[in-house]
């Protein structure tokens, strides 16, 4: 049976706290920075690390529109954190602002949606992240196979560019 591809369901356990803490995380780096030490490495780990958390452990709570839609809101969040960190010297280095990735959490989880129905056509399944040792994914169990890992390379890829390259210009 062919996955459907917007849809909404209760959020769940996982939904709730991941969105939980992400939001604890997001307040903390924003209202208590002085507390962070090394805030420049610690804004990096969060853009970088968000992008990734998305799509290899939150792949299956994305499915859901309304999930979804949360963290589209937590992508304009950033773009609110790119204007006011961007100025921030403490930030600078020699090939951009260590902010720069922030402003492309929206590219991200479109994208997410564009594979995922890509996904949905070529395979008839949904869209999960490559396995580790095991070639099970995390949430569904299913085999991953080759078009799987092709998605995975397409996103690192595209993020890698996004937030390295292009961020940095």
């Known amino acids: 049976m062919t996955p459907q591809f917007f849809y909404t369901?209760?959020?769940?356990?996982?939904?709730?706290?991941?969105?939980?803490?992400?939001?604890?995380?997001?307040?903390?780096?924003?209202?208590?920075?002085?507390?962070?030490?090394?805030?420049?490495g610690w804004i990096a780990s969060y853009t970088i690390g968000t992008h990734l958390f998305l799509y290899l452990l939150n792949y299956k709570s994305l499915r859901k529109f309304n999930v979804w839609i949360v963290w589209i809101g937590f992508s304009l969040v950033h773009i609110?954190?790119?204007?006011?960190?961007?100025?921030?010297?403490?930030?600078?280095?020699p090939n951009g602002s260590v902010t720069n990735g922030l402003q492309f959490t929206w590219v991200a989880?479109?994208?997410f949606q564009l594979l995922r129905l890509i996904s949905i056509k070529t395979q008839?399944?949904?869209l999960v992240a490559p396995a580790g040792p095991s070639r099970?994914?995390?949430w569904d169990n299913r085999r991953t196979n080759f078009i799987d890992y092709s998605?995975?390379?397409?996103?690192?890829?595209?993020?890698?560019?996004?937030?390295?390259?292009?961020?940095?210009?």
């Open 124 to 126: 008839d399944a949904d």
């Open 80 to 93: 609110y954190f790119y204007q006011d960190f961007g100025a921030n010297t403490e930030f600078k280095r």
């Open 136 to 138: 099970f994914d995390l």
């Open 9 to 40: 369901d209760k959020y769940n356990t996982w939904d709730y706290v991941t969105i939980l803490l992400y939001l604890l995380w997001t307040m903390i780096i924003y209202i208590r920075p002085e507390r962070m030490g090394n805030m420049g």
């Open 109 to 111: 989880l479109i994208l």
């Open 151 to 169: 998605l995975f390379a397409i996103y690192m890829v595209v993020m890698t560019v996004l937030d390295v390259v292009l961020g940095n210009n």
